[in-house]
């Protein structure tokens, strides 16, 4: 254990990520725990190796994945989550986690994030003869948010993301385009629409 843990800070001792494990304090216990419910989860990926990598259940247990490592060692951005697929085909990695979920999880494990990754990249496109803004996924449309315009003001009227894509901020993206082309046109904002009122309010009081 302490020859991993003086691997772990030479690799990563400079990044917010290990600040924040260390921070943590765990016992060698609970590292032991975590681990053994990492390997589970890398166990479940492995019975799923048939299916195609962008399958949903197969996203589901990468968005499991990352939620673990959050909760249980540092905060799992998309950027940490891409490094760490990375990590999990180099051997150091790969014998563990192919231990556990058989012969080529880490690899069907790294592609399976490479497709997480590409289905979190939203394209974000304002269109004012609409006066929409629409969020796309893969060339899928996933959400819009509905504004009206006057002379002085635009009034977000309505925001929505499709179910299967809720939770990734979507909404705030949305909200977000609109509020900057209001500043770009010299316009008040203001939201009939909850959520976007929720929003440019908390924006007020972080200014």
């Known amino acids: ?10 690799m990563w001792g400079n990044t917010e990520q290990y600040k ?6 765990l016992t060698n216990q609970q ?7 990492l390997m ?4 479940e990926i492995g019975k799923l190796k048939d299916l195609n990598p962008e399958a949903k259940e197969v996203q589901d247990k990468i968005q499991e994945l990352k939620t673990f490592i959050t909760n249980h060692y540092y905060t799992c951005t998309n950027e940490t989550l891409k490094a760490l697929g990375e990590m999990y085909i180099t051997d150091a990695f790969k014998v563990n986690i192919d231990r556990a979920g058989g012969e080529g999880t880490a690899q ?17 496109t304002l269109d004012e003869e609409t006066n929409t ?26 925001t929505e993301v499709d179910e299967d894509y809720q939770g990734k ?11 900057t082309y209001a500043e770009e046109q010299n316009k008040r904002i203001v939201a009939d629409c909850s959520y976007a009122k929720n929003r440019i309010e908390k924006r007020n009081q972080n200014k």
């Open 20 to 25: 924040e494990f260390k921070d943590k304090n």
């Open 108 to 124: 069907y494990t790294h592609k399976a994030i490479n497709a997480y990754l590409k289905q979190q990249e939203v394209e974000i």
């Open 133 to 158: 803004v629409l969020a796309y996924i893969d060339n899928k449309q996933v959400g819009e948010c509905v504004y009206v315009t006057t002379k002085e003001e635009i009034n977000i009227v309505h």
């Open 1 to 10: 254990m302490e020859n991993k843990e003086k691997q772990a800070e030479q």
């Open 169 to 179: 901020g979507i909404a705030g993206k949305l909200v977000d385009r609109v509020i």
């Open 40 to 43: 589970q989860i890398f166990k």
């Open 31 to 37: 590292l032991l725990n975590s681990g053994e419910q």
